[in-house]
C-alpha cells in the first residue's frame, strides 16, 4: 500500500443490498468518477462537476467521489477537495486495468440516494448535466437517467488523432472557446461519439458515459461485473446496461442539451486509430462470460427530459 493513500477491499456488492447506509436529508446524488493516469483531463472534468460550474445545484445536494485506480502518478486528496467541500478521494491499490472493482467501491462509499457513474474520469460535463439529472431521478420509482456522449474535435479521436489532434491541439481549441465561462460552448468543438452517434430522440445507446440511477437499484443488480477484467473494462458498461433496463420496472429517460465531452488521454479504445480497435476482445470477453454474444437490449419506451442550447439542436439526429 501506498503511504498516505486511501485503500479499500472490494465488497461483495450483492451482499450490501438491502443495508443501504442512512443517506443524509439533503444528500441526493453520489457522482462515481474513476481516473486513471489523467492528471491533465482531471483538472478539466472536477471543475465541470463542482458547484462553480454546474448550474442549478448547491453542494448540498451532490457529492462527488474521484478514484485513482493505482496511477503511476496518483491524484492526491488536496488536488481533488480544492474544487469544493462535496469532493472526496480514493485512491484504490489494484493490479486490474479494469475500472470495474473501483466503480463498485464508489458506490459502497456513496452517501446519495442516487449514484452517477463516469467510468472513463476524462469527460467534462455539461452545465446542467447535474440538475437535470436530478429532475428526471424523480420522475418515476425505478429510474435508470442517460446522456449522449461526445468527442472533443473535428472528428471521432480514433480518426482526428491521425490528422494530428493530440493534447496540445486540444489544450488550444478548449482555450479558444473559454469553456468555464460557457460549458454549452463544448458542443461547438466537438463531434458525436461513436455510441451516440444517432444524436438527441433517438433511444438510449449501447454503452452511457453518463449513468444514474437508484443506489438501491445499482445493489439490486449486482454492480458492476467483476469478470470484466479488459483494460478500461471491455463491454462492462453495455452489460450493466443490459442486466439493468431488463429488470421490471426501470424507466429509462435520456437527457436532451446536456452531456459528457472525452478529452484526449490515450485511452485504450477512444484514442488508437480505428484498425487496432480491441472490440473484437471486448466482445470475447462478454462472450465468455455471458456465454451468448452481446446484443443490446432495446427498451420498449424510453423519456426525455431537457432542453436545447442553441449550440446542440446540430445534434437532434
Not at 441526493?28 to 493516469?37: D, G, R
Not at 461526445?150 to 472528428?155: F, S
Not at 482555450?175 to 455510441?195: M, T
Request: charged share 20%; with cysteine.
Amino acid at each position: 500500500m501506498i503511504p498516505g493513500r486511501r485503500s479499500f477491499q472490494l465488497p461483495d456488492i450483492r451482499s450490501l443490498s438491502g443495508k443501504l447506509r442512512q443517506s443524509s436529508r439533503e444528500m441526493k446524488l453520489s457522482i462515481i468518477v474513476v481516473f486513471f493516469n489523467m492528471r491533465r483531463e482531471a483538472e478539466r472534468t472536477l471543475y465541470s462537476l463542482s458547484p462553480a460550474h454546474q448550474m442549478g445545484v448547491c453542494k448540498e445536494t451532490y457529492e462527488i467521489i474521484a478514484i485513482d485506480n493505482n496511477s503511476s502518478a496518483p491524484l492526491t486528496e488536496g488536488f481533488v477537495t480544492k474544487y469544493g467541500e462535496n469532493f472526496k478521494y480514493i485512491f484504490h491499490e489494484t493490479q486490474s486495468k479494469s475500472p470495474v472493482e473501483a466503480i463498485n467501491i464508489g458506490v459502497n462509499a456513496a452517501q446519495g440516494e442516487f449514484v452517477a457513474i463516469i467510468v472513463d474520469g476524462a469527460r467534462m460535463a455539461s452545465p446542467g448535466l447535474v440538475a437535470d439529472s436530478l429532475r428526471a431521478l424523480s420522475l418515476f420509482e425505478y429510474p435508470l437517467v442517460g446522456s449522449l456522449s461526445w468527442h472533443l474535435g473535428p472528428e471521432v479521436q480514433n480518426v482526428s488523432m491521425l490528422n494530428g489532434y493530440c493534447e496540445k491541439v486540444e489544450d488550444e481549441l478548449l482555450q479558444s472557446i473559454s469553456w468555464p465561462d460557457d460549458g454549452y460552448r463544448l458542443f461547438e468543438i466537438s463531434v458525436l461519439a461513436q455510441s451516440s452517434s444517432r444524436g438527441f430522440l433517438n433511444g438510449v445507446p449501447n454503452e452511457l458515459s453518463w449513468l444514474c440511477l437508484p443506489r438501491q437499484k445499482f445493489l439490486e443488480v449486482g454492480g458492476f461485473d467483476m469478470g470484466f477484467q479488459s483494460p478500461g473494462g471491455g463491454l462492462m458498461n453495455h452489460d450493466f446496461l443490459n442486466r439493468t433496463l431488463s429488470m421490471p420496472g426501470v424507466r429509462p429517460v435520456m437527457l436532451l442539451g446536456e452531456g459528457v465531452f472525452h478529452q484526449f488521454h490515450g485511452g485504450v479504445a477512444t484514442n488508437v486509430p480505428m484498425a487496432d480497435h480491441p472490440i473484437q476482445d471486448f466482445k470475447n470477453e462478454y462472450e465468455r462470460i455471458r456465454s451468448a454474444p452481446y446484443e443490446p437490449f432495446v427498451p420498449e419506451k424510453v423519456h426525455y427530459l431537457g432542453a436545447f442550447p442553441p449550440t446542440a439542436r446540430r445534434f437532434l439526429g
